[in-house]
């Protein structure tokens, strides 16, 4: 599976970005996809993810009410909708996808996701 993420770019203190994530694949729809952030010298943490069987959303703590992850079967891709963006969202985001080996127990975990995209840089001044 082969991922092209985008989307990314210089927003202030308030403002929204779209990230999009094209993926490569006949059974997407059957797949879970995700997201994650990565901000300089942090681990790679979890911000959302839709579970492959059931469509069912997940979210971070602090991204939840702001964040809304979709996907668009027929185009291939997943979106993540970024609101009332704040400095601390500021960060590399990647796109993810599992074709069916994670677990939910595992989907905030990003080592458990076998499919990575290259990432977009979201920056957001204050």
């Known amino acids: 599976v082969q991922l092209q993420a985008s989307g990314g770019g210089l927003v202030q203190t308030g403002g929204s970005l779209r990230l999009s994530c094209a993926a490569s694949g006949r059974t997407f729809s059957t797949y879970s996809v995700g997201w994650f952030r990565q901000a300089p010298g942090q681990e790679r943490e979890f911000v959302a993810a839709i579970w492959r069987s059931t469509g069912r959303k997940y979210y971070a703590a602090a991204v939840e009410g702001r964040f809304t992850i979709s996907r668009d079967n027929a185009k291939n891709t997943v979106y993540l909708q970024m609101n009332n963006l704040k400095p601390d969202d500021t960060a590399v985001y990647h796109c993810?996808?599992?074709?069916?080996?994670?677990?939910?127990?595992?989907?905030?975990?990003?080592?458990?996701?076998?499919?990575w995209g290259q990432g977009t840089l979201v920056t957001v001044s204050s």
């Open positions: 993810a996808v599992d074709v069916s080996s994670l677990i939910m127990s595992s989907l905030r975990t990003a080592a458990y996701w076998p499919y």
